[in-house]
């Protein structure tokens, strides 16, 4: 006999994460009720509550349509006004087992619930086997909107059937719904995989693989000025950078502890001679041999070894994105091998003083750093050593706040072998995403038995800063990509000028005006195609160029050339010389915009 388990909720005083919870979840109900009504075949499969909305899955006698879509969304705003009442209740497994004879689904989740805890909840003439956790009503819905249709596998594995999958979003008022369609439009507008195919910064080959980026001439550009600038920037600072291969023997991470910890997120073995060898996940590993390689004195330390590495991870198909997540990947790593841990407080002070000075430069401001703590209850996935994690913590604890920055801690968010410091960015999606990190590491030393000759003589364990400042170079030019939406700043820029002559008799002088800028190392193209000149303007514009060089009769005879910037700004006729000396300028400082 069905028993009543929950009568009335009072919404307003419970937390507003909550209450969009109870609503999303009401709210797949009723895109449940609407669908039974719309094909009264539709096996039943789940419904829960997500970030920004709901989902309900579905067996379907035929593929679901758009029109169908529109039709299931009002039905359900039919719902909302009829403000039903949602009732909870306790039922005995043999009532369940005959509800849902017919539903295969809910006899599979049927069969793996305890005799206690069969619930079910009914709103009009559905019922649906349910834990809990609705609104009192269909009234209390919220705002919300059904808006796509996609493929999903019974419980996520491909062994089980393909089910269709209709998403919808819900927030409590109007206003919020329409302020969250207009985040999503925005970042439909900026997101680096659609501005990356346009601009032809990169592809990806069903035939090369997934997450596997092909970097075509256009992005290569960018990378490579990356690159040059940040591998600059390290040598000021005293590093030394290396070029290490990017396999190693199984046994040198099974030293690390990298086997043990990353082994499910690493490609195969591979089996030569009798060895067994695996792309390497980490580089950490690489830079250590290297410093063991020789006994070093208190007087090298701080040493710091740097290098732009490839690393392989297999990252679950589901979870790969353009650039920004991929299985083949370029860090701009380092490692710095510290006598104690002063020196360790001054590296790390000075990783973050480098990284705010990247950052500006690159005008990207919506960030934060976290402090990345163990947990000390968890052995399996972090390194068994109280004193050490707290020291480390202590440690990173300490320079944030003398560097003077912002941040937040975490448990459980570390690195297996210590804490660290994440620095975390907001995606056009407003989702955040750490970009880069610093960790500080006293259990690799021990493990690999690293040492170094103190100034008494004796022989002393040093202590590892491991750190990145622009991430892996694709991630940041995703990241790139969709905050300047393509419109890169001249440095950055693919390609930095376009000379435009307005008629064919004028390409001898567009070829002279390329050869001065190219003299200057700056990247410049002729556009001689016999097209009229707006259709070149316009193409050029596409392509977000920052400057357009327009050339004629009047600007052979004057040598100059009628200057447009990206935008659609005129700076009228400049003397060649003076437009050399403006896009040199504006390269070499770096500025973000003309």
């Not at 689904?105 to 305890?114: A, G, I, N, P, R």
Request: proline share 5%; net charge negative; charged share 30%.
């Amino acid at each position: 006999m069905a028993v009543p388990i929950e009568d009335h909720v009072d919404l307003e005083s419970l937390p507003k994460e909550e209450r969009l919870a109870r609503m999303r979840h009401s709210a797949a109900h009723v895109l449940a009720e609407a669908m039974v009504e719309l094909m009264p075949e539709a096996e039943l499969g789940i419904g829960p509550p997500i970030e920004n909305g709901f989902y309900y899955d579905f067996r379907l006698p035929r593929a679901l349509t758009e029109e169908d879509l529109k039709w299931l969304q009002k039905r359900m705003r039919k719902s909302l006004g009829r403000k039903v009442p949602f009732h909870m209740e306790a039922i005995t497994r043999e009532e369940a087992a005959e509800r849902w004879k017919d539903q295969p689904f809910k006899l599979e989740l049927l069969s793996e619930l305890d005799d206690d805890s069969i619930t079910q909840c009914t709103h009009a003439k559905f019922t649906d086997l349910c834990r809990g956790g609705h609104v009192n009503h269909t009234g209390e819905l919220g705002a919300f909107k059904l808006t796509s249709i996609a493929g999903a596998y019974w419980r996520g594995s491909e062994k089980n059937p393909q089910l269709q999958r209709v998403y919808g979003i819900l927030f409590e008022t109007e206003e919020e719904l329409q302020e969250y369609e207009r985040q999503v439009e925005e970042a439909r507008r900026r997101d680096h995989r659609r501005i990356g195919k346009d601009l032809k910064l990169f592809d990806l080959y069903e035939e090369v693989g997934p997450g596997h980026v092909v970097w075509l001439p256009a992005g290569t550009t960018i990378r490579r000025e990356l690159m040059r600038w940040i591998e600059d920037l390290e040598i000021e600072r005293g590093y030394q950078h290396v070029h290490t291969p990017v396999v190693g023997k199984r046994q040198l991470y099974e030293r690390s502890g990298h086997w043990d910890h990353y082994q499910d997120a690493m490609y195969p073995i591979m089996e030569r001679d009798g060895e067994e060898y695996v792309l390497r996940p980490m580089n950490c590993p690489h830079h250590i041999m290297i410093f063991d390689s020789e006994l070093h004195s208190y007087r090298e330390l701080p040493l710091r070894i740097a290098e732009l590495a490839d690393m392989h991870r297999w990252e679950k198909s589901g979870q790969l994105t353009g650039m920004s997540r991929v299985r083949i990947m370029t860090l701009n790593d380092a490692h710095i091998f510290c006598a104690d841990e002063q020196q360790v407080e001054s590296e790390v002070a000075g990783v973050l003083r480098l990284m705010e000075e990247v950052y500006a430069t690159l005008g990207l401001k919506d960030y934060s750093y976290r402090l990345s703590k163990g947990d000390p209850n968890d052995t399996e996935k972090y390194v068994d050593n109280p004193p050490m994690w707290e020291k480390g913590e202590a440690l990173l604890r300490r320079v944030l706040q003398d560097v003077g920055l912002e941040f937040d801690e975490a448990d459980g968010e570390a690195a297996f072998y210590g804490p660290k410091i994440d620095v975390n960015f907001k995606t056009a999606a407003g989702k955040p995403e750490t970009l880069v990190t610093v960790q500080v590491d006293f259990h690799l030393p021990e493990q690999f038995g690293l040492e170094y000759v103190g100034e008494d003589g004796g022989r002393h364990q040093p202590i590892i800063v491991h750190r990145g400042v622009i991430s892996t170079l694709e991630r940041m030019v995703a990241l790139l990509i969709e905050e300047y939406e393509g419109n890169f700043p001249l440095w950055l820029s693919p390609t930095q000028a376009v000379v435009v002559p307005i008629a064919d008799r004028h390409n001898d002088y567009a070829a002279e005006v390329a050869g001065k800028l190219r003299a200057a190392r700056l990247r410049v193209e002729v556009d001689d195609r016999g097209d009229r000149m707006n259709a070149k303007i316009r193409d050029a514009q596409m392509r977000k160029i920052p400057y357009v060089l327009v050339v004629g009769d009047r600007e052979a005879e004057a040598g100059a050339a009628a200057v447009r910037i990206r935008g659609g700004q005129d700076l009228g006729a400049m003397p060649i010389d003076d437009i050399v000396e403006k896009l040199r300028s504006e390269r070499d400082t770096k500025a973000l915009t003309p």
